[in-house]
């Protein structure tokens, strides 16, 4: 089934339910590397139940469903995360039922052999109050898919880190098993832990979830910056420019400028960020 511009923007999700616990957001902390020093009782709040905060990142997999993108067209093996924007509207709880609302809000074809992006926005609700908790752009690379006959162009380009040395460098080591842990929280895409799926799509080893690293990423500026304070974050967004494999050492620079934060993150093993 080929993909058109009118079938890309028909794609939506409404008012789907999900109900996650404290123990999936214990998970989840543990998936993005937290609980590694069990002395740090900063780390402990998010993976004990006692005074339990949640990751903001965490937003990410408490609604995650690409059932839509199944059936549609796009080769879901070539397909990666390639940004992810998330404003939060309130510090997320340790356990909840939400509704999520998802709908395909623009796609750019890139040409042919150079595949296309596709843009989403996710909104979460908490069912019992009615307050609006987040609201998420992801756009993902489709890399199959390029020169399907849509519009040229590209999403709002996230700023650049500020031209001076960081305020900040933190650095997170990965596991190898990183991957299979991180996976218990929704997305059980075979690219991240069957070889030989992940060979299928052209790499050498299972990668680690973009949003994996995002969560690391996010943890080092909550570290640095937010004093464990999930309150104070507000908004968090990353583009992913290179893959990860589970093992490796993540080292997030980060800039603080007044009320806003600037980070990369990379490997500085592999001279990738």
């Known amino acids: 089934m080929a993909i058109t511009q009118e079938s890309l923007l028909a794609i939506e999700i409404l008012g789907k339910e999900f109900t996650y616990t404290d123990n999936d957001s214990m998970l989840y902390a543990l998936g993005i590397g937290m609980g590694a020093d069990q002395m740090d009782r900063q780390e402990l709040s998010f993976c004990y139940e006692q005074g339990q905060r949640v990751m903001p990142s965490q937003a990410t997999v408490i609604a995650f469903d690409v059932s839509a993108f199944w059936n549609c067209g796009i080769d879901i093996v070539q397909m990666v995360h390639g940004e992810q924007r998330l404003n939060l509207h309130q510090p997320l709880p340790p356990a909840a039922t939400v509704v999520s609302d998802v709908r395909v809000i623009n796609a750019f074809d890139k040409g042919e052999g150079r595949g296309a992006l596709i843009q989403l926005e996710t909104v979460l609700t908490d ?30 380009a996230l700023p650049k880190s500020p031209m001076r040395p960081a305020d900040h460098v933190v650095e997170f080591q990965t596991l190898p098993r990183q991957a299979l842990i991180y996976r218990l929280s929704g997305d059980r895409n075979p690219l991240h832990c069957d070889p030989d799926f992940a060979a299928t799509g052209g790499f050498e080893k299972p990668i680690l979830h973009g949003l994996c690293t995002y969560g690391h990423a996010c943890h080092a500026v909550l570290r640095a910056a937010c004093d464990y304070e999930p309150e104070r974050m507000l908004s968090f967004s990353a583009r992913f420019s290179a893959p990860v494999i589970p093992g490796d050492l993540l080292q997030t620079h980060i800039w603080e400028d007044e009320d806003e934060i600037y980070f990369t993150t990379s490997v500085p093993e592999r001279d990738l960020i």
Do not use: H, I, N, W
């Open 127 to 156: 069912k019992a109050s009615g307050d609006k908790l987040c609201t998420m752009e992801s756009v993902l690379f489709a890399r199959g898919d390029g020169g399907y006959g849509g519009p040229q162009g590209s999403p709002e």
